[in-house]
């Protein structure tokens, strides 16, 4: 089984997720070869064929160029699956690479098993199993999914280039908007989540936070429902985080949330359902109600 792998650059620099795609691609114990438009000055710790493609020439990023260079790099390998992080770069440019290949896509894959993917469904509660009857198949992968692999070593380069031309050009990227908080640099964070209930309770989980001398995170939902600001926000849709504590406060553990924090270096979970999945990340897991114990523990720490 071979596997394309497309990796991905920005502002001139490797993204460290590209090596998700490598821990993807042992999992199904397929070959792989990859794919990157950037520099040879910032190649991956890679021992397998990398097609590289200069992204001076190319853009950073130019979704009419990217799909003709990975036609080109298909061809050549002829790969069972050609696999995106699933990214805004991956999921723009996988459905016209599969779409030129009249190939199926499988989007936003969370496990693999047996010859099929699982993807998560009715808002992320459920997860579906599917397969494809099409022989190449692109695939896009959910970060934080896959365990990181870096295997060291250097790649084998082959040069790809286009003389195609596109209506697009890229012009840059933009910073976000500042934010009131940067939870990327909170070395503790106490995080709201859809079990404590309701927003007069965040006050009681900010309290926790500042008697900790830490920031106030939330999960999706608590930021959906307006209890919480955006900027508060922990996982794929929000903010990475990697603090020395990190205290989650009624919050399942699912796969977009484990992404933003399970790299923190100590995680203490507080549930009333002991088979929570953030118990799988969880150094310490605490079943109780959420609104009993942290004013306790609040009120110990004052102490
Ligand atoms: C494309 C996409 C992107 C997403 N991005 C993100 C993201 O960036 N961040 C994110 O967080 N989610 C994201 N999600 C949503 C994610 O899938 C989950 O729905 C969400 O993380 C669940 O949040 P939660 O754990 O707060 O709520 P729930 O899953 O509802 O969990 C609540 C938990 O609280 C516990 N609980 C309930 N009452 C109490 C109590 N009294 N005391 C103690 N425990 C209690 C329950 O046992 C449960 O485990 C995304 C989803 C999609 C589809």
Redesign the pocket.
């Known amino acids: 089984m071979k596997t394309l792998l497309i990796g991905e650059y920005r502002d001139g620099k490797l993204l460290e997720s590209t090596y998700e795609l490598l821990g993807f691609a042992d999992q199904l114990g397929a070959e792989s070869a990859l794919l990157l438009v950037g520099s040879d000055s910032q190649l991956p710790a890679y021992p397998g064929t990398l097609y590289l493609a200069d992204a001076a020439s190319c853009g950073e990023y130019n979704p009419d160029l990217h799909k003709q260079l990975i036609l080109d790099a298909v061809q050549q390998e002829n790969p069972d699956y050609i696999v995106f992080l699933h990214s805004s770069y991956g999921w723009d440019l996988a459905p016209r690479v599969a779409a030129s290949l009249k190939v199926a896509q499988i989007s936003?894959i969370i496990a693999a098993a047996d010859g099929s993917f699982e993807v998560?469904c009715c808002?992320?509660?459920m997860r579906r199993s599917v397969k494809t009857n099409s022989g190449t198949t692109v695939l896009t992968i959910q970060a934080g999914a896959f365990p990181v692999l870096q295997p060291g070593g250097s790649p084998t380069i082959k040069k790809l280039s286009t003389t195609g031309s596109s209506a697009l050009e890229f012009i840059g990227y933009e910073p976000a908007e500042k934010k009131d908080v940067d939870l990327g640099k909170a070395e503790i964070i106490v995080t709201a989540?859809?079990?404590?209930?309701k927003k007069d309770n965040v006050p009681v989980i900010l309290a926790l936070a500042k008697a900790l001398g830490g920031e106030l995170g939330a999960?999706?939902?608590?930021v959906d429902a307006g209890w919480v600001e955006h900027s508060h926000?922990?996982?794929?849709?929000?903010q990475t985080v990697s603090p020395k504590l990190y205290v989650a406060?009624?919050?399942?553990?699912?796969?977009?949330?484990l992404a933003?924090m399970k790299k923190s270096d100590f995680i203490l979970a507080?549930?009333?359902?002991k088979d929570?999945p953030?118990g799988e990340v969880a150094d310490v897991l605490v079943v109780?109600?959420?609104?009993q114990f942290v004013p306790a523990l609040t009120a110990k720490l004052a102490k």
């Open positions: 936003e998560g808002n992320a509660k989540g859809r079990g404590i209930g999960s999706r939902p608590v926000q922990v996982g794929t849709t929000g406060c009624g919050v399942s553990g699912a796969i977009q949330h933003g507080i549930n009333k359902d929570a953030i109780a109600d959420v609104m």
